[in-house]
């Protein structure tokens, strides 16, 4: 009990350096730019997938529900607020969390245990400035984009369904996709994968830097973050959904 | 003569998970000074380089560098002080993603209180590593470099700022016997043509042997003996840790006349 305390507490440590970074110089923005490009482009083919997929099953698990109350044109109404409220920021988190929040431990913690941290900290870096911060802000920047697009092709998996199986009308789909969505949704919706991706890239990080003992330390660290980033998101969805619900 | 203290030690103690990886060190080096630091495996050497620099914080005790106490100095207060240091890593401490020409480049152009104008980077560079015989690797990644290149490219790194004092982790640790002499010629050469205050840790007697007795010929490019009042022979002091303890500190008179069995166990065995 005291080793977890002890482990928040360097936790909160480092996302306090953290977050004070993003405001100091230097700024390394072409570091941000890649990791831009590795979490974002890097995950778009997977984030693609999963989203119009999850629409898809959506749509199927729900018709058959909707069937029974004579209710099969609230298809679309149903897709999106599931999608955009809870399944999309989700699930793209998890996605992004078993992709990036490894590949940042990873990367970080082989840094850390060939000296390469200490080099870095030897000649004038200050890897939170370096290493996490353009990392934090890359991830805050993209996760948010990824869970719209993931979104958005979610809900047209779900139409795709309506037109061809349940033998709804694009209009009516669309209509009530879109009539079903309160700005509460949205910003439920925003609010998530912008937290979801803090939680991410600062355990990704986190255990990076804690890496010790050679190749298997660089494994455990990696395993580590992709468990308690995963777990970290389902707590924060816990609590951001019950502030949303009673707004 | 008394010279500046550019690393001083105060009953500095570290401790990692209850641990002690130093123990109550005290120890004061001076500009100009060759320090030989000899110790096993886990004797707490590296550390100690980490704790002179400020990259490890000690639990107890006061830690100077060049005369400034940096025991509680924040990160980024350290890094004018750390400009001024040269560090060799045990095992090069290379940036694995950035080319030969970057890696050495990197303190020119990150360490703030440098400033080294961008025309000037390219040039420092080719003469660092001309300066380890590399100068024909700039492209290369450190993957594509052997154990001892890389070695190599560590010292050109740690000696491209020309600091005046350059801390050297192990420099010879797991190389074949020619490649740790080309590099201890290396080190000598850095010390000697640079004058630099060479603070070296390692568990081969011979290099402290080397760097106590020998210097850099620059007309015939190789080490030589040195002759008698060369400040190899004269200012070269040694130290021995065991377990996060120092146990001896003085000249090499001192260290071969030691009667404690540590001590003359780990260095008679190599003379």
Not at chain 1, 183 to 193: C, E, R, S, T
Not at chain 2, 157 to 176: F, H, Q
Request: hydrophobic share 45%; charged share 15%; with cysteine.
């Amino acid at each position: 009990m005291k080793q977890l305390i002890l482990t928040l507490q360097d936790f909160l440590y480092l996302a306090g350096r953290a977050f004070r970074a993003i405001f100091r110089r230097p700024h390394y923005f072409a570091d941000q730019s890649i990791q831009a490009d590795v979490i974002g482009v890097g995950s778009l083919p997977i984030v693609m997938l999963i989203g119009t997929f999850s629409g898809v099953v959506m749509a199927l698990q729900m018709s058959r529900a909707l069937s029974t109350y004579g209710a099969v044109s609230k298809t679309g109404e149903i897709v999106a607020i599931t999608l955009i409220r809870e399944m999309g920021p989700v699930l793209t988190a998890l996605l992004v969390a078993g992709r990036n929040a490894s590949g940042i431990a990873s990367e970080i913690g082989s840094m850390k245990v060939t000296e390469q941290i200490d080099a870095m900290r030897a000649l004038g870096t200050d890897p939170i400035l370096k290493l996490v911060k353009p990392r934090l802000i890359a991830t805050s920047l993209v996760l948010p984009l990824l869970t719209v697009l993931a979104d958005f092709l979610g809900i047209a998996g779900g139409f795709l369904i309506a037109y061809f199986m349940l033998n709804l009308t694009a209009s009516q789909y669309w209509t009530s996709a879109y009539q079903a969505l309160e700005y509460n949704d949205i910003a439920q919706g925003l609010v998530k994968p912008f937290l979801f991706a803090v939680v991410i890239s600062l355990v990704g990080c986190f255990y990076g830097l804690r890496t010790t003992g050679g190749t298997q330390g660089v494994g455990l660290s990696t395993t580590q973050a992709v468990v308690v980033a995963s777990v970290w998101i389902f707590v924060i969805d816990v609590f951001v959904t019950q502030v949303f619900v009673n707004l | 003569m008394s010279t500046a203290s550019v690393v001083r030690f105060e009953h500095v103690s570290v401790e990692f998970d209850g641990d002690l990886a130093l123990n109550d060190v005290s120890f004061d080096v001076r500009a100009g000074e060759t320090r030989v630091i000899l110790g096993a495996a886990g004797s707490g050497k590296t550390v100690l380089l980490k704790v002179a620099m400020g990259l490890v914080r000690p639990s107890a005790g006061r830690v100077f560098l060049f005369d400034t106490n940096i025991t509680h100095l924040r990160e980024r207060d350290l890094f004018s002080l750390r400009s001024r240091v040269g560090i060799l890593f045990q095992e090069g401490g290379l940036f694995d993603s950035l080319t030969i020409e970057e890696n050495v480049a990197y303190p020119l152009v990150n360490q703030a209180s440098i400033k080294c104008p961008a025309e000037e980077v390219l040039p420092r560079v080719n003469q660092a590593l001309q300066f380890v015989e590399l100068g024909h690797t700039l492209a290369k990644v450190p993957s594509e470099l052997s154990g001892g290149m890389r070695r190599r490219v560590g010292i050109a790194r740690a000696g491209v700022t020309e600091p005046p004092l350059v801390l050297y982790d192990s420099p010879t640790a797991g190389l074949d016997p020619i490649t740790a002499n080309t590099i201890m010629a290396l080190v000598v050469k850095q010390r000697d043509l640079r004058n630099i205050t060479p603070i070296i840790v390692t568990h081969r007697a011979q290099d402290g042997y080397l760097l106590a007795n020998y210097c850099w010929n620059t007309a015939e490019s190789k080490v030589e003996r040195a002759t008698a009042g060369h400040r190899a022979t004269e200012q070269t002091e040694y130290m021995v840790m065991c377990e996060g303890k120092l146990v001896f500190q003085g000249p090499e008179e001192a260290l071969s006349a030691s009667s404690d069995p540590y001590v003359s166990k780990f260095v008679r065995r190599n003379h």
